[in-house]
């Protein structure tokens, strides 16, 4: 909340529209969380590399767990 978006805490259609609704009334609020990710780009987006490797370790232990089950 505040950082890279806004959260729907009740996940409710009804604060989803809020939202939309205070975005379009003012656009310009999406400007401080648009600076925010900017300058925090590396440490919120994954780097590619890194991201696979991980995913790579999480599938193959997956795998060896399904196999020892059999």
Do not use: F
């Amino acid at each position: 909340e505040g950082y890279t978006g806004w959260l729907n805490k009740s996940s409710t259609a009804e604060e989803l529209a809020r939202i939309m609704i205070q975005i379009i009334d003012d656009p310009a609020c999406i400007r401080p969380r648009n600076k925010w990710v900017v300058a925090n780009r590396n440490q919120i987006i994954a780097d590619r590399k890194e991201h696979i490797r991980v995913l790579m370790e999480g599938y193959a232990e997956a795998i060896a767990k399904h196999k020892g089950g059999r």
